[in-house]
């Protein structure tokens, strides 16, 4: 093959993953994500009231200007939460998982399924009374960690097992 039909191989490879839609997680993994941060919220404030109850009213320039910020920052964290979470999305394309993630920063990882190592399946508290669960990717790099969250629980599950067999079919040296 020469240089040219090589690049049209990998623009047509690449058209063909790009007509793929990205999977979504659940939109329920929203109301997770608000209710945390909104308890950030709460816990900011309740030391603002700590600060301001300890010092009986004279509060010292920075805790007055400092907790007021966060606590303002972490409100408009929290009313982001349904557009961050939309933004969260994955393919499984021929040879690797592509995770995407970040409003204004968008962050698309590749993973190889030939690297993965472990596909784990975690649920806290709250994620289990959504039913839903996060993947946790752990491949042979220590700089990606891909964490997958907010997929309804036999979503998970399905595509863990689907990932565990594409990984065992495509080692790469491990």
């Known amino acids: 093959m020469n240089a040219d039909t090589l690049g049209q191989a990998a623009r047509s490879d690449a058209g063909a993953d790009n007509e793929q839609p990205w999977q979504r997680v659940s939109s329920k993994y929203a109301w997770a994500d608000l209710a945390l941060n909104l308890l950030l919220v709460l816990a900011v404030c309740a030391a603002f009231v700590v600060v301001f109850v300890g010092t009986e009213g004279d509060v010292p320039l920075f805790p007055l200007i400092a907790i007021p910020a966060v606590a303002l920052a972490l409100l408009i964290n929290a009313l982001l939460a349904f ?15 592509l995770f995407r993630r970040g409003i204004m920063f968008e962050r698309i990882v590749a993973v190889p399924y030939g690297r993965l190592q472990l596909v784990d399946v975690n649920r806290g508290p709250l994620l289990r009374a959504l039913g839903l669960s996060t993947l946790k990717f752990v491949t042979a790099s220590i ?8 997929l309804p629980a036999a979503e998970a599950e399905e595509l863990r097992d689907r990932l565990v067999v594409l990984a065992e079919t495509r080692r790469s040296g491990l």
Not at 143 to 150: D, H, Q, W
Request: hydrophobic share 35%.
């Open 143 to 150: 700089a990606t960690g891909v964490n997958l969250p907010g």
């Open 83 to 97: 557009r961050r979470v939309k933004a969260i999305g994955y393919k499984l394309r021929k040879d690797d998982l």
